[in-house]
């Protein structure tokens, strides 16, 4: 082969190969495809100047026109992969073989069916792969060969061949060379051989011993090649697992169930939830906790006796899932194996980011806004009681300031929320002074606006477990809210009873308007932050006051509900638990607790 040929040669196999890896990655139309099938088109052409080329893969070698090309290790895998998956010992390129085709074949080495049959229904007839198998014989040492039924003459035979066949001995003289066992097939081909049982013995010796060598030089190579793979298989498998482990700090081990047994603070934090209120549970159940993506392979059990599937179940919220998806590549050698990633942030750790940026900027401004309001506040108080406090300017001005802190307050509080920096002080309290204490603060702006303001307290009530300031706050934007939206003349209850039966662990503040009521469609949406609704009426403020005061009750172990319909008010209850020692139980278990066993090393190293 002349160089120039064996450059065709070269540049056809590079041709194949990258048309086989990129067929698989792309698109038919894609750019990378279409070159590399023209590269290999552009080589076949002077190559099969003759009308065709072939391609074989035997004995270790790769073979082009019958002449030895490459070792076997030097061949793609890719072009390894083509051989294996036709079980074909020689393919066949004509020189008509069109782009088509080509691509067909390239499709085959992803199919399930059988190749052959789909390469057939896409028209492909200038490409054969054929399974063709070669048997070599090699040269004697000059004794004469020996042929199934073969008949050994002896002296005065019959020219017929009729004569006397007892030329060896022991072995009848028509007996077929198919007896059940090996030995006993080279016992007799030696004993048609020779007669003399010395010289059969060396010969079923030396055979037997050619045999063994052969059939150990088979199984070595045949092991070989299994760890080789197996050592591929490894490889592939630490590869991936690395290439995970590298983009990922927790770590959550389950049983053949899918059960959790640990878990590192890594995972913890990830999960929003302890070790301790997990262990036992289903991985799958974690995706429904918090705005978490999970994916889990369908069969997570080590099994040896089948194929497993490779089936992933992804659970959790599917538009973070997708986000996550499109910020993430996977990258691949040429021969598809998987060896990398890259990404970029995702939108929801960007929005994480911008969220935080903007609270810490809301509260740092609420402080800002603050200072300077409280200052403008005393002044005008100081003027009013020198005025005598008949200015109606200033009177306007004072209350155009407490409502301006008023939104600061709410803006302050929210963004305390969100940050999770709002600090609780549950104690023992008493509910009617928490409801006494709500109801004079906001008296004076209910008879402003000509609204009747009355307080109901059921009689022997039991203490709550809450935080005073805290509580009265959740009633006075209950009551905030029901004076702002309703009519003059119209009239506001504040009650406080002893939840009965099932709810006999809860105190229930109730406040009861004659308001325009709210349509049960917007009902979930007023506890939502910025959002003001009464049918269809908005009024002044900053849309936080139900936001805040849901999840003061919620933060404190209560609930808040409402009953409302159109044209007939609003009733809300805000549930606070009944003071059974809870804080002084929690600080005995602390003051009395046994001293903790030192921890054994795997749970420091989870931090459990």
């Not at 300017?393 to 300031?401: E, Q, T, V, Y």
């Not at 349509?519 to 506890?527: H, S, T, V």
Request: with cysteine; net charge neutral.
């Amino acid at each position: 082969m002349n160089e120039e040929t064996k450059i065709l040669w070269i540049n056809f196999l590079k041709g194949l190969t990258r048309s086989l890896v990129q067929a698989n990655l792309y698109k038919s139309d894609h750019p990378q495809v279409v070159e590399a099938l023209d590269q290999t088109l552009s080589a076949l052409t002077p190559l099969a100047s003759s009308g065709e080329i072939n391609l074989t893969l035997e004995g270790g070698k790769l073979l082009a026109d019958g002449k030895e090309f490459l070792s076997a290790d030097k061949v793609p895998n890719s072009i390894k992969n083509l051989f294996a998956k036709f079980q074909a010992q020689t393919f066949t390129f004509k020189a008509g073989a069109t782009r088509d085709e080509f691509l067909a074949l390239c499709g085959a080495q992803a199919v399930k069916t059988d190749p052959y049959e789909y390469i057939k229904g896409r028209g492909v007839s200038g490409i054969i792969p054929a399974k063709s198998v070669y048997a070599k014989v090699e040269a004697g040492d000059g004794r004469s060969a020996i042929k199934p039924g073969a008949q050994a003459g002896g002296e005065g035979g019959g020219g017929d061949g009729t004569g006397d066949r007892s030329g060896a001995p022991g072995a009848p003289p028509d007996e077929e060379l198919e007896p059940a066992d090996f030995p006993r097939s080279l016992s007799l081909i030696a004993s048609r051989l020779t007669p003399d049982a010395a010289e059969q013995k060396r010969i079923v010796d030396a055979l037997m011993k050619k045999f063994l060598q052969e059939v150990n030089e088979r199984v070595s190579k045949a092991l070989e090649e299994v760890k080789n793979e197996k050592r591929k298989i490894e490889n592939d498998m630490n590869r991936t697992e690395a290439v995970v482990s590298s983009i990922a700090e927790g770590v959550v081990v389950v049983d053949g169930e899918g059960k959790i047994l640990m878990m590192n603070p890594q995972a913890e934090a990830l999960s929003g939830k302890r070790l301790g209120e997990l262990s036992g549970k289903k991985l799958l159940d974690m995706a429904a906790l918090e705005n978490q993506v999970l994916s889990l392979a369908s069969e997570i059990k080590s099994e040896s006796q089948k194929n497993l599937p490779g089936d992933v179940a992804v659970a959790g919220d599917k538009g973070l899932a997708e986000t996550i998806k499109k910020a993430t590549a996977i990258v691949q050698n040429q021969d598809g194996r998987i060896v990398g990633t890259f990404s970029i942030p995702t939108d929801a750790a960007k929005l994480r980011e911008v969220e935080k940026l903007q609270s810490d900027f809301v509260a740092n401004m609420t402080h800002e806004l603050r200072s300077p309001l409280t200052s403008i506040k005393a002044a005008l108080d100081l003027l009013r009681k020198e005025s005598g406090g008949e200015n109606q300017m200033l009177n306007a001005a004072i209350r155009n300031a407490e409502r301006l802190n008023s939104i600061i307050t709410d803006i302050l509080d929210f963004s305390k929320l969100q940050s999770g920096k709002l600090v609780f002080r549950q104690e023992r309290t008493d509910p009617a002074g928490i409801a006494r204490e709500a109801a004079d603060s906001m008296k004076a702006w209910a008879q402003s606006k000509g609204v009747a303001l009355e307080l109901r307290l059921e009689p022997g009530l039991p203490p709550v477990y809450a935080d005073p300031n805290r509580t009265s706050q959740v009633l006075i934007n209950l009551l905030s809210n029901a004076i702002k939206f309703t009519p003059a003349r119209g009239r506001i209850e504040v009650s406080v009873d002893a939840g009965k039966e099932a709810l006999s662990n809860y105190v229930f503040f109730s406040v009861k308007d004659t308001g325009p009521g709210i349509r049960k469609e917007d009902q979930e949406k007023i506890f939502e932050k910025f959002v003001q609704v009464a049918s269809g009426e908005k009024v002044g403020g900053t849309g936080l006051g139900l936001a805040i005061t849901k999840a003061m009750t919620v933060m404190q172990g209560g609930r808040l509900t409402l009953e409302s319909e159109p044209g007939k008010g609003t009733i809300f209850r805000a549930a606070m638990p009944v003071y059974r020692g809870q804080g002084e139980a929690q600080a005995a278990a602390e003051t009395t607790a046994a001293p903790q066993p030192a921890k054994p090393w795997w749970r420091k190293l989870l931090g459990i």
